[in-house]
């Protein structure tokens, strides 16, 4: 036993003090009217279906003449990128110089339920890929692909590496054959052929309810920190912003879904060079451009080894592995990303803009 | 002063409105337990139903309109005898928990008595707890007129969701803070006075567990009298010890006891299923049977995950011991009770991830989301036979017109395709055939920030639109 002669308050006197703050919390946000995410200014360009294609305007001068398409995940939204105006990857990217057009898959409803993985990277992507070239009188362009829109790239990048001039991969998971990661583990024990049946477009309750079990006590974490910043309007406006962002959680495409999560996530098609897309096998070996990979060191969506396993996979002799200290969001909305993330970018696809 | 004043007689109206549900739910369980009753009610709903489809189908269409209200009428009976079934398996349970518990206590030492009894009244409250689940009526307990966004108001349920758990945690901690300020910090002392209890009920509140929490309170009341009976130095292996003599054998018990119930149930349905004809309705009463098998895989299962966490949880609890105690021998202290609670989730968030890393924990879950997903689908079958005789599109149906659209819209893709890359070949002609207006390109001319508001005219290719 040991000695601790300091008196304490009352768990309770403590609790109250809480409730006292959560009242004021009432207060406050019932004076919110509106949470803006994803303000930076942009244009919409081309549309098939549900999916668009935006192109944001930039005053800055064009250092990276080549555009730049990023495709993001079907989970969640690309909004994160450009969370707020003071951590924004996409105005970071902007401000940089770089000519920036970027997918929004939509949200899917049960009518989009037979769209298939085959589709969003043969018929959105592709066209999505045309569309720039075409408008920009140019044969390549810079793709960029976050998480699963990583994954996306990745495959589109094998098939049509006439139409990629470098690829850039952010906490992207290829390799799903390790047993890193909560995710790639509770996979193997889930029938995806009965979810689908069952769901028709995937919920993405179901989904964020999967996630939020990763991190079983954040959510008590997260209230502690709000009851913290209550009454700092700036922080609490952060706060909200990223709130919107974690509950605007799109359907899935159950076909699309099951196919991702069976081939891919349970049996490592894509790493084995094993995937077919339209009748087509993807071989990593065919993805001969640039390739930048970067993953997060403390992600614990996308296992660190589900990403590095990327680089050996490819038919490159030009690619490089960018280790960033954090964790899947931390990437894009980090004070260090502020100021590290987008100028390695910048920097490293200058350099192969030729 | 007046959102604060908005805010408690929002928190005191919710809680009055949560009780009058529990009441209505108290008396909908008491109902059902005459099983001559149930019947009967069945029976006559069923022949209500059969009348209703006799009436709408021989009189067509415009006798169906006449009839809306009859129609929400029976809808309203189908879905409270849907809730009835639900009502009666969970009356079913317990009574075969009741007989296993009198079994068990009259096998077991006196010790086991009081854990019966509570068993038997968790029992109850995890019953009508998922019976409330069931019928998914409640009224709302977070509607907070003043909040005018979703973001907010969805913070603030989340607020409230926290503080929840936390003023567990504040409760169970308080007799100890109490005698910490006397004697410090004193591991096996706290270690003793934890109250179970408590510590559980703040278990089921992070994971979620009350809607279906079968036994396991009892369980855990048991054990942690057991611990605090126990003082010597060996606490932990002898905690490990109970533990495994208590829980496992009732665990298997309870399978046994899953099963048995499963046949009852099946017993019960089959002189219900042999009154009707042998058509749709029969298909239907069968395919509910069916379902209720999955709910009794599914509530095994979920016994067997939810002891995993409570005995994970204690895990992270005597960690937690073990590293505040290293703290307070280094000199270091809380500042206060926030100070500790934030260790507290910190510590036990890691012991959770590792048992979530476990292949025990993983096969689990998956088989709950499988067995979950299995439901969902059966009841969308048993939805299928229901809405049949109705005018309503049914979800096979949508699924066809979905197909057809998606089949289409893949055509209309390739021969716009097919088209562009016929003019670009040299000596290209125009084909014969062109629609000008096809349903799915479309281009935006229209700058805006918020892409909801962008104007958009079709075009017949999207590779032909142009950046503004």
Known sequence: MSENTEELKNPMDTWVDMLQKMAKGYENLSQIENVDVATAQKELVWQLDKVKMYHY????????????????????????????????????????????????????????????????????????????????????????????????????????????????????????????????????????????DSQGTINGDFLNAGFSMLKPMMQAGKMMNLMNIIDDKDKLMNYLRMEKWINDSPNQAGECYRRFMKELYQENKLAENKLIIEGKLVDLKNLNMPLLNIYASEDHLVPPSASIALNDLVGSTDTELYKFPGGHIGVFVGGRSQKELAPAVESWLKSRDN | ?????????????????????????????????????????????????????????????????????????????????????????????????????????????????????????????????????????????????????????????????????????????????????????????????????????????????????????????????????????????????????????????????????????TAMVAPFSKLMPDDKNRQMMEKIADVSKNYTDGFQKLTELQYHIYHKGQNALDNFMKVVTEKYENGDKFKDFNDMYSEWLNQSGKSFEELFATDEYSKLQGDLVNISADIKAKNSEVMEIMMEPLPLVRKSEADEIYLSNYDLRKRIHSLEKEMEAMKTTPNHQEPMVHNPNPIHHEEATTTTPEPQEVAIKPVSNSKTAKKA
């Open chain 2, 1 to 265: 002063m007046e959102n604060n004043q908005s805010y408690f007689d929002n928190w005191m109206k919710n809680q009055r409105d949560i009780l009058d549900q529990w009441n209505n739910m108290s008396s909908t369980v008491r109902e059902q337990t005459n099983m001559d009753t149930f019947f009967q009610k069945g029976q006559e709903w069923m022949n209500k139903f059969n009348q209703t489809v006799e009436d709408t189908t021989a009189n067509g269409r415009t006798k169906m309109d006449e009839n809306v209200n009859n129609q929400k009428e029976m809808w309203t009976k189908m879905m409270d005898n849907w809730n009835s079934w639900q009502n009666s398996l969970n009356e079913n349970m317990m009574n075969w928990s009741k007989n296993f518990n009198d079994q068990y206590v009259n096998n077991a030492t006196q010790n086991f008595t009081e854990t019966a009894k509570n068993w038997q009244n968790e029992m109850m409250n995890s019953t009508q707890n998922w019976s409330k689940n069931m019928t998914s009526n409640i009224t709302n307990p977070f509607d907070m007129p003043n909040m005018v966004n979703s973001t907010s108001h969805n913070a603030y349920k989340s607020m409230q969701s926290g503080m929840e758990a936390y003023q567990m945690m504040a409760k169970m901690w308080q007799p100890m803070f109490e005698k910490m300020n006397v004697n410090g910090w004193n591991a096996d002392e706290f270690q003793k006075m934890v109250d179970m209890n408590q510590f559980k009920s703040y278990l089921d509140k992070v994971f979620d567990l009350n809607q279906v929490n079968i036994n396991m309170n009892s369980l855990m009341n048991n054990w942690s009298k057991t611990m605090m009976s126990m003082n010597n130095p060996e606490m932990m292996q002898n905690i490990q010890n109970s533990m495994n003599e208590m829980v496992l054998p009732q665990m298997n018990n309870m399978s046994g006891m899953m099963q048995e119930m499963q046949k009852n149930f």
């Open chain 1, 57 to 196: 305007k930039n005053d800055a001068e064009i250092k990276v003449k080549t555009p730049v398409l990023i495709s993001y995940a079907l989970v969640n939204r690309q909004d994160m990128m450009d969370i707020q105006p003071d951590r924004s990857y996409i105005r970071n990217l902007l401000n940089l110089g770089l000519d920036i057009y970027m997918m929004d898959w939509g949200y899917p409803t049960q009518a989009d339920k037979f769209l298939t993985l085959d589709d969003y990277i043969e018929m959105y992507l592709n066209d999505g890929v045309d569309f720039i070239r075409k408008s920009e009188s140019i044969d390549k362009i810079n793709l960029m692909g976050i998480c699963q829109g990583g994954t996306f790239s990745v495959i589109y990048a094998a098939l049509h590496p006439e139409k990629i001039k470098n690829l850039i991969t952010l906490v992207t998971p290829v390799d799903f054959s390790k047993n890193d990661g909560l995710l790639i583990r509770w996979s193997r024990d889930m029938n995806f052929d009965t979810i689908v």
